[in-house]
T-cell receptor
Framework: DAKTTQPPSMDCAEGRAANLPCNHSTISGNEYVYWYRQIHSQGPQYIIH???NNETNEMASLIITEDRKSSTLILPHATLRDTAVYYCIVRVAGTASKLTFGTGTRLQVTL | EPEVTQTPSHQVTQMGQEVILRCVPI?????FYWYRQILGQKVEFLVS????????KSEIFDDQFSVERPDGSNFTLKIRSTKLEDSAMYFC????????????FGQGTRLTVV
């Protein structure tokens, strides 16, 4: 699996946009970028995924650079409930699609 | 909104005992997974299951572990003879297809081996 690199922690003020970066410089052409988050010890929660185009859903936006070597997850208006560990995962195509979790970015949203 | 449900939420067992962790995946999903997370550590893949057989398993998933889909709705993880180091949160997940769609996770079963 291609590896990802994320900052260990970030802070964000409530109401502001949270921009979480991820490097995946060894990503292959048919690998997707997935973002999950984990609040406390709850089950990981799917946020968004993309291949090469930018994606947006009700939770977040995903911006993938043209060379696909990095991406940014954007939470447009962070709330206290967005405090969690965010995982950027590259999913290997052609397998049974296990997700390989790293240590992620611990996002702390503050008042 | 459909969700993956896991029971029990917390299980305490004595070392050497067998435990069965239960999961009800989302109804139209075809791929099923177990992951675990030891306290303070990463979420680790254990096994994936499709079409009534194991698709992939990790090194953690040794002969002490087995999975089963005993009927059309349940998906179980059995640990035959628990060890102290099996204490962890166990998460079940399911996805509609194997590659391109998201996997949804349950809230987990906290297994404590004493």
């Amino acid at each position: 699996d291609a590896k990802t690199t994320q900052p260990p922690s970030m802070d964000c003020a409530e109401g502001r946009a949270a921009n979480l970066p991820c490097n995946h410089s060894t990503i292959s052409g048919n690998e997707y970028v997935y973002w999950y988050r984990q609040i406390h010890s709850q089950g990981p929660q799917y946020i968004i995924h993309g291949l090469k185009n930018n994606e947006t859903n009700e939770m977040a936006s995903l911006i993938i650079t043209e060379d696909r070597k990095s991406s940014t997850l954007i939470l447009p208006h962070a709330t206290l409930r967005d405090t969690a560990v965010y995982y950027c995962i590259v999913r290997v195509a052609g397998t049974a699609s296990k997700l390989t979790f790293g240590t992620g970015t611990r996002l702390q949203v503050t008042l | 909104e459909p969700e993956v449900t896991q029971t029990p939420s917390h299980q305490v067992t004595q070392m050497g005992q067998e435990v069965i962790l239960r999961c009800v995946p989302i109804s139209n999903h075809l791929y099923f997974y177990w992951y675990r997370q030891i306290l303070g550590q990463k979420v680790e893949f254990l096994v994936s299951f499709y079409n009534n057989e194991i698709s992939e398993k990790s090194e953690i998933f040794d002969d002490q572990f087995s999975v089963e889909r005993p009927d059309g709705s349940n998906f179980t993880l059995k640990i035959r003879s628990t060890k102290l180091e099996d204490s962890a949160m166990y998460f079940c997940a399911s996805s509609r297809t194997g590659q391109r769609t998201e996997a949804f996770f349950g809230q987990g079963t906290r297994l404590t081996v004493v």
